[in-house]
């Protein structure tokens, strides 16, 4: 069974700008915190933003503060991200990620529910 599903990757230029949405059951969406992680080829997945399910406070890596925005809409059970000014260095498959914690966690193991992945590619 699917408990997170992704859409929005794609190919972009430096400077360009995406929207990433994710979408989750009820169940999930209404008792976990959201987040965003990334994995480039060779490399550990990487935090870049959170939000609470509780009181809507957001967390983002220091390399996207300013550029990107984590956001939810609780009637529809998405999470999105939208990414601005992007540079090729944000080239990544983005995961979205679901915690039952009460705390904000920027460690991908805490996290119990994962999406499939989504490619953004952002070309020089």
């Known amino acids: 069974q699917v408990s997170l599903v992704e859409s929005g990757g794609g190919l972009v230029q430096a400077g360009g700008s995406l929207r990433l949405s994710c979408a989750a059951s009820r169940r999930i969406f209404s008792t976990c915190n959201m987040a965003w992680f990334r994995q480039a080829p060779g490399k550990e997945r990487e935090f870049v933003a959170a939000?609470?399910?509780?009181?809507?406070?957001?967390a983002y890596v220091d390399s996207v503060k300013g550029r990107f925005t984590i956001s939810r809409d609780n009637a529809k059970n998405t999470v999105s991200l939208q990414m601005n000014s992007l540079q090729p260095e944000d080239t990544a498959v983005y995961y979205c990620?679901?915690?039952?914690?009460?705390?904000?966690?920027?460690?991908?193991?805490?996290?119990?529910?994962w999406g499939q992945g989504t490619q953004v590619t952002v070309s020089s």
């Open positions: 990620g679901a915690d039952p914690s009460v705390r904000v966690r920027l460690t991908p193991g805490y996290y119990d529910y």
């Open positions: 939000i609470s399910w509780s009181d809507g406070s957001t």
